[in-house]
């Protein structure tokens, strides 16, 4: 789905995945769910391109639901997975402490669950080999993405900064759509390790300049960064 010229998005407002697309060639921002593989190689062919022009993937986060597609690229088409050092661990093995998933509503859970388990969620598939990355980081990636340090809802989360589209890609360092409510608007994403550490981070968005600011789950959201913190903060009131 195209967002705008050089920004499309695949998967939807339950679980989403992003590229960049440049002369140079395709950066992938999450991998989603195993399953998105195919929504990937159609989003490409209706660009004529190929996965031959994808030349790495950046994960904002090491968790289950942001790894899907990522080591199958790896592994098959040599595309270097790129992840925080402090989430390097958790991406190979999965290793996460337990949270708690706050509120729950039945309607919006089992759609998220049941969508996970089609788009073939189970069993997960860990990147076997990672490159690792640093807060202030800029990848030599299409579209020249910066690393920002977001930690919270785990160790390493990150946003991923690229002026060329306008965008700042968030993982979940909040949410549009709480994937266990279905309640819609800024607010914290859910199974977050350390919510204040993660609210803190949010801090760090307000010096950012971009149009887009582009979430794992829920609905992109077009406006200043620099108006996401305090919109976080009063979801999360």
Do not use: C
Not at 1 to 6: F, G, R, T, V, Y
Not at 46 to 69: E, N, P, R, W, Y
Not at 124 to 129: C, F, K, L
Not at 210 to 222: I, N, T
């Amino acid at each position: 789905m195209k967002l705008a010229p050089h920004l499309h998005r695949i998967g939807n407002d339950i679980v989403a995945a992003y590229l960049v697309i440049t002369d140079d060639g395709v950066t992938v921002i999450d991998a989603g769910l195993p399953g998105h593989w195919k929504d990937l190689a159609r989003e490409l062919d209706t660009l004529g391109l190929t996965l031959a022009d994808v030349k790495g993937i950046i994960l904002t986060h090491g968790d289950s639901d942001h790894i899907g597609f990522a080591e199958r690229l790896r592994r098959d088409h040599g595309v270097p997975v790129y992840v925080h050092e402090a989430d390097a661990e958790r991406a190979r093995t999965g290793e996460k402490p337990k949270v708690a998933a706050g509120p729950m509503k039945l309607g919006p859970t089992v759609g998220f669950f049941a969508y996970a388990l089609r788009k073939r969620a189970l069993p997960t598939t860990y990147v076997s080999e990672v490159v690792e990355v640093h807060d202030g980081d800029v990848l030599d990636l299409p579209g020249s993405p910066v690393i920002v340090g977001m930690p919270g809802h785990s160790p390493g989360s990150v946003a991923v900064h690229v002026p060329f589209v306008d965008a700042v890609f968030v993982g979940d360092a909040l949410t549009t759509r709480h994937v266990l409510t279905g309640h819609e608007g800024m607010q914290p994403a859910p199974f977050t390790d350390d919510p204040d550490e993660a609210s803190a981070s949010l801090d760090r968005l307000a010096s950012i300049s971009a149009s887009w600011v582009l979430p794992g789950h829920g609905a992109p959201w077009q406006g200043s960064p620099a108006d996401v913190a305090a919109a976080v903060r009063r979801g999360a009131a």
